[in-house]
């Protein structure tokens, strides 16, 4: 052992390794696990291996969940559920703060069981993932307290499969179970078949306080294991894993009614301007790219560095990469630990060699890695194009793509040149630029001069291919409750459309009035060059044009050229509201002869004028908040419009139908790609005027007009669509189809339109994504 005159001389780390004592007796004490299902754990059956990644060595036989066992958890949360739910707030706020204060007495347990079964380093798993895993329980003891005041009329989702991933085992189960609980769902949760231990060990602390029994049960085992809870009959299914795997879900829940969150992978951008604190800038690459082994999904992975000063930076980068200590997780003085498995070891190592043999250059630390275990030394590459495999597929280990940019218009371009969108983190001395950037990225959370910075109080989430809902903050407890539903109406099924290649006798007198479709703005024939005949009671009403799939692609286009839109202020989109409502009252009795011609309710346009003002109140009023997240931040929780949407209106109620749902998606700053109703789409397409004359920017309202199942399925499909919103079409084909580009979907039953249910807060919510910005406030 060295002197201590010889340690101040070398200022050498000596060895600070954590006591595995009382995690090793636990294990040896239990050796094999069931599950836990209904308060106690089984028997175990068919099991396999959990292993400690920094060395080989097993630790425990863990059972493969079977159908039947998963049938059984969810039985179990059935049956408690109704009870659960039926607790007062304060009741159930009162196991979540017993969970809270039982897993603080076992921190450094827990912490040092998650080392042994994951890998990371115990300072990140005792420092950051435990104090966030108490916090999200005590934060929402505080949600299921005050649940009935803050969302007054709903309730709880029902049973909930969640599934969670490997590399932030415990907490992960936490933001996962706590909103959960607090909102009056039961759960059965499914671990990592790498990493199931935390879990467990959390099943006994259930048991401990006392849970009612089939509140919570965890059944362990691979992807079969998962893929059986998701076809299981729970009312939600909450998923953070691979895009690729989350595609799969949404395809395999379409159709069954299922509450779907999706958290998925990423390629996040670090953008350093040259006006940035470089030092700072290169300790945010350690927390974003080098913590957890770069085994996160919001990891920093494309570092975009303004071309001034990327030599300085790099240089720096360069010599604090060789400064990180790789080793052994449990010694207390290690900065990267293991890599979760071998499987994730050789995909990493295959995407860095794919990604040097399409020219790139490894930079990477010159560290003694131990002889055994799944270790990565981490590094970053240079010189990779923007299709290079390294740039486009997510790595998930600790090694980055390093490229350089001139204009603020650059980085933007770069950092959203990906299909994922769930964070960012922008470097810059100047919080104007900084915001303005934060503001244009595609992400769902941006971090400004800082990274990896999470709190209970404010919302995790992405957009794009990234998924859609948020975890923690007013939105996560939401995405556990569900809306008073709104009571069904029948529909009735829309004729068949036949093309009519001969006009027929025109309704009324007068010249004859020839629809068309409207797409950017000005009247469009159908590229098809047919229309079909719109009668009612065997007398034709008119023509209307037959849309097809190139319609629906010139729609869209149209759509994304007017995103000025959603730049606009709200009052601004407010007085176009206003002037919608003011010229549709103008030509009320117009439209109201036109609807009772149709057979339809001519209340509707009195109820349209008044659903217009409604929207246009709530244009500049239906804002964000500031969160009270950490100390030394504020953290803004923005309502950012989807974009381009797709929505499919409901047969009945032509004109209000379709307004109760364009007014509120137009009202956010979205751009709609609408398809009318297919009995009546005149109510629609009589509208055109109304918009031209009350200053709507081309390319906001787009209609297009045929076949509603058709053109319904063409939007889900669509790439660049955002959102789509569907009252008519198949459930099961919308949700299906949109997996493409994981679009949101929301299907409506039909309803009645002119009653409150026809349109409130709950249409402007879904209208929206919230983009949570973390912006340095105070000292």
Same mark, same amino acid.
């Given at each position: 052992?060295? /002197?201590?005159?010889?340690?101040?001389?070398?200022? &050498?780390?000596?060895?600070?390794?954590?006591?595995?004592?009382?995690?090793?007796?636990?294990?040896?004490?239990?050796?094999?696990?069931?599950?836990?299902?209904?308060?106690?754990?089984?028997?175990?059956?068919?099991?396999?291996?959990?292993?400690?990644?920094?060395?080989?060595?097993?630790?425990?036989?863990?059972?493969?969940?079977?159908?039947?066992?998963?049938?059984?958890?969810?039985?179990?949360?059935?049956?408690?559920?109704?009870?659960?739910?039926?607790?007062?707030?304060?009741?159930?706020?009162?196991?979540?703060?017993?969970?809270?204060?039982?897993?603080?007495?076992?921190?450094?347990?827990?912490?040092?069981? =998650?080392?042994?079964?994951?890998?990371?380093?115990?300072?990140?798993?005792?420092?950051?993932?435990?104090?966030?895993?108490?916090?999200?329980?005590?934060?929402?003891?505080?949600? @299921?307290?005050?649940?009935?005041?803050?969302?007054?009329?709903?309730?709880?989702?029902?049973?909930?499969?969640?599934?969670? %991933?490997?590399?932030?085992?415990?907490?992960?189960? +936490?933001?996962?179970?706590?909103?959960?609980?607090?909102?009056?769902?039961?759960?059965?949760?499914?671990?990592?078949?790498?990493? %199931?231990?935390?879990?467990?060990?959390?099943?006994?602390?259930?048991?401990?306080?006392?849970?009612?029994?089939?509140?919570?049960?965890?059944?362990?085992?691979?992807?079969?294991?998962?893929?059986?809870?998701?076809? @299981?009959?729970?009312?939600?299914?909450?998923?953070?894993?691979?895009?690729?795997?989350?595609?799969?879900?949404?395809?395999?829940?379409?159709?069954?009614?299922?509450?779907?969150?999706?958290?998925?992978?990423?390629?996040?951008?670090?953008?350093?301007?040259?006006?940035?604190?470089?030092?700072?800038?290169?300790?945010?690459?350690?927390?974003?790219?080098?913590?957890?082994?770069?085994?996160?999904?919001?990891?920093?992975?494309?570092?975009?560095?303004?071309?001034?000063?990327?030599? &300085?930076?790099?240089?720096?980068?360069?010599?604090?990469?060789?400064?990180?200590?790789?080793?052994?997780?449990?010694?207390?003085?290690?900065?990267?630990?293991?890599?979760?498995?071998?499987?994730?070891?050789?995909?990493?190592?295959?995407?860095?060699?794919?990604? =040097?043999?399409?020219?790139?250059?490894?930079?990477?630390?010159?560290?003694?890695?131990?002889?055994?275990?799944?270790?990565?030394? $981490?590094?970053?590459?240079?010189?990779?194009?923007?299709?290079?495999?390294?740039?486009?597929?997510?790595?998930?280990?600790?090694?980055?793509?390093?490229?350089?940019?001139?204009?603020? &218009?650059?980085?933007?371009?770069?950092?959203?040149?990906?299909?994922?969108?769930?964070?960012?983190?922008?470097?810059?001395?100047?919080?104007?630029?900084?915001?303005?950037?934060?503001?244009?990225?595609?992400?769902?959370?941006?971090?400004?001069?800082? /990274?990896?910075?999470?709190?209970?109080?404010?919302?995790?989430?992405?957009? *794009? =291919?990234?998924?859609?809902?948020?975890?923690?903050?007013?939105?996560?407890?939401?995405?556990?409750?569900?809306?008073?539903? $709104?009571?069904?109406?029948?529909?009735?099924?829309?004729?068949?459309?036949?093309?009519?290649?001969? %006009?027929?006798?025109?309704?009324?007198?007068?010249?004859?009035?020839?629809?068309?479709?409207?797409?950017?703005?000005?009247?469009?024939?159908?590229?098809?060059?047919?229309?079909?005949?719109?009668?009612?009671?065997?007398?034709?009403?008119?023509?209307?044009?037959?849309?097809?799939?190139?319609?629906?692609?010139?729609?869209?286009?149209?759509?994304?050229?007017?995103?000025?839109?959603?730049?606009?202020?709200?009052?601004?989109?407010?007085?176009?509201?206003?002037?919608?409502? =003011?010229?549709?009252?103008?030509?009320?009795?117009?439209?109201?002869?036109?609807?009772?011609?149709?057979?339809?309710?001519?209340?509707?346009?009195?109820?349209?004028?008044?659903?217009?003002?409604?929207?246009?109140?709530?244009?500049?009023?239906?804002?964000?908040?500031?969160?009270?997240?950490?100390?030394?931040?504020?953290?803004?929780?923005?309502?950012?419009?989807?974009?381009?949407?797709?929505?499919?209106?409901?047969?009945?109620?032509?004109?209000?139908?379709?307004?109760?749902?364009?007014?509120?998606?137009? +009202?956010?700053?979205?751009?709609?790609?609408?398809?009318?109703?297919?009995?009546?789409?005149?109510?629609?397409?009589?509208?055109?005027?109304?918009?031209?004359?009350?200053?709507?920017?081309?390319?906001?309202?787009?209609?297009?007009?045929?076949? *509603?199942?058709?053109?319904?399925?063409?939007?889900?499909?669509?790439?660049?669509? +955002?959102?789509?919103?569907?009252?008519? $079409?198949?459930?099961?084909?919308?949700?299906?189809?949109?997996?493409?580009?994981?679009?949101?979907?929301?299907?409506?039953?039909?309803?009645?339109?002119?009653?409150?249910?026809?349109?409130?807060?709950?249409?402007?919510?879904?209208?929206?994504?919230?983009?949570?910005?973390?912006? %340095?406030?105070?000292?």
């Amino acid at each position: 052992m060295p /002197t201590v005159t010889e340690i101040l001389e070398t200022m &050498d780390y000596g060895p600070a390794p954590e006591a595995t004592t009382e995690v090793r007796a636990w294990l040896a004490a239990r050796v094999r696990f069931g599950h836990f299902i209904n308060g106690d754990f089984t028997a175990p059956g068919q099991t396999f291996a959990t292993t400690n990644p920094a060395t080989g060595e097993p630790l425990a036989k863990v059972s493969q969940g079977t159908p039947a066992d998963v049938a059984a958890a969810v039985a179990a949360a059935r049956k408690a559920q109704p009870k659960w739910a039926a607790l007062s707030g304060h009741e159930r706020a009162t196991w979540l703060y017993a969970i809270a204060r039982h897993i603080q007495k076992r921190e450094r347990f827990l912490s040092v069981l =998650e080392v042994l079964d994951n890998g990371k380093p115990i300072r990140e798993a005792r420092d950051i993932d435990l104090p966030l895993v108490i916090r999200h329980f005590y934060h929402h003891a505080g949600w @299921a307290e005050i649940l009935a005041d803050e969302f007054p009329g709903a309730a709880p989702q029902g049973v909930c499969g969640q599934i969670i %991933p490997w590399n932030f085992p415990l907490l992960m189960l +936490a933001w996962k179970i706590a909103p959960a609980l607090a909102a009056g769902n039961t759960v059965v949760l499914k671990p990592a078949e790498y990493t %199931p231990l935390t879990a467990l060990a959390f099943a006994e602390i259930c048991a401990e306080i006392g849970l009612p029994k089939g509140v919570v049960n965890i059944v362990t085992g691979d992807g079969d294991t998962g893929a059986a809870l998701v076809t @299981a009959p729970v009312d939600k299914i909450a998923f953070t894993g691979s895009t690729e795997v989350g595609r799969v879900i949404r395809r395999a829940t379409a159709g069954t009614g299922k509450s779907l969150t999706l958290e998925l992978g990423g390629k996040s951008p670090f953008i350093v301007f040259a006006d940035a604190d470089l030092d700072a800038a290169v300790e945010g690459v350690v927390d974003a790219i080098w913590f957890n082994q770069g085994q996160v999904c919001c990891a920093g992975s494309r570092l975009l560095v303004a071309e001034a000063v990327v030599a &300085d930076f790099t240089a720096r980068l360069t010599a604090r990469l060789g400064k990180l200590r790789v080793g052994d997780p449990l010694d207390k003085c290690t900065d990267i630990g293991a890599i979760v498995h071998p499987v994730q070891l050789a995909r990493i190592r295959d995407l860095v060699a794919r990604g =040097e043999a399409a020219g790139a250059r490894l930079v990477q630390a010159e560290a003694q890695l131990p002889a055994k275990g799944c270790f990565f030394a $981490p590094g970053f590459l240079t010189g990779a194009q923007p299709a290079n495999p390294a740039m486009v597929e997510e790595i998930f280990g600790p090694v980055a793509t390093l490229t350089t940019f001139r204009t603020p &218009d650059e980085a933007v371009e770069l950092a959203n040149n990906t299909r994922y969108g769930l964070s960012a983190s922008i470097w810059s001395e100047n919080i104007t630029l900084a915001t303005d950037i934060a503001a244009k990225v595609k992400a769902g959370v941006v971090w400004i001069n800082c /990274t990896n910075v999470f709190d209970a109080g404010a919302g995790f989430g992405g957009m *794009r =291919e990234s998924g859609f809902g948020r975890e923690g903050g007013r939105e996560g407890i939401a995405a556990y409750l569900r809306a008073p539903s $709104p009571k069904p109406l029948a529909e009735a099924a829309p004729a068949p459309l036949d093309a009519a290649p001969m %006009p027929g006798t025109p309704a009324g007198e007068g010249i004859d009035r020839t629809a068309k479709l409207y797409i950017g703005g000005a009247q469009k024939r159908p590229d098809g060059g047919y229309s079909y005949a719109v009668a009612h009671r065997g007398r034709e009403l008119g023509l209307a044009p037959l849309g097809n799939r190139k319609d629906i692609r010139n729609a869209v286009e149209a759509a994304h050229k007017a995103a000025a839109w959603g730049k606009a202020t709200g009052h601004n989109r407010a007085q176009v509201l206003y002037y919608i409502a =003011e010229n549709l009252s103008a030509r009320q009795a117009e439209f109201e002869a036109r609807l009772k011609e149709a057979g339809h309710d001519k209340a509707e346009v009195a109820a349209t004028i008044r659903r217009a003002f409604w929207y246009a109140a709530q244009a500049d009023k239906f804002d964000g908040a500031v969160h009270a997240t950490k100390s030394r931040h504020v953290t803004l929780a923005m309502h950012e419009p989807w974009g381009v949407m797709g929505i499919a209106c409901p047969n009945a109620a032509p004109l209000l139908g379709f307004a109760s749902l364009v007014l509120p998606a137009i +009202a956010t700053g979205n751009r709609v790609v609408a398809i009318p109703a297919p009995s009546m789409p005149l109510a629609a397409t009589d509208l055109y005027q109304v918009f031209d004359t009350s200053d709507l920017p081309g390319g906001v309202v787009n209609i297009v007009t045929g076949d *509603r199942d058709d053109l319904a399925r063409t939007l889900a499909q669509h790439d660049d669509v +955002a959102a789509l919103w569907s009252c008519g $079409p198949d459930p099961a084909m919308i949700e299906a189809e949109s997996a493409g580009n994981l679009k949101a979907t929301w299907v409506l039953p039909n309803r009645d339109w002119h009653g409150p249910q026809g349109q409130g807060r709950d249409f402007l919510a879904h209208a929206v994504q919230v983009k949570n910005i973390w912006i %340095p406030y105070g000292e």
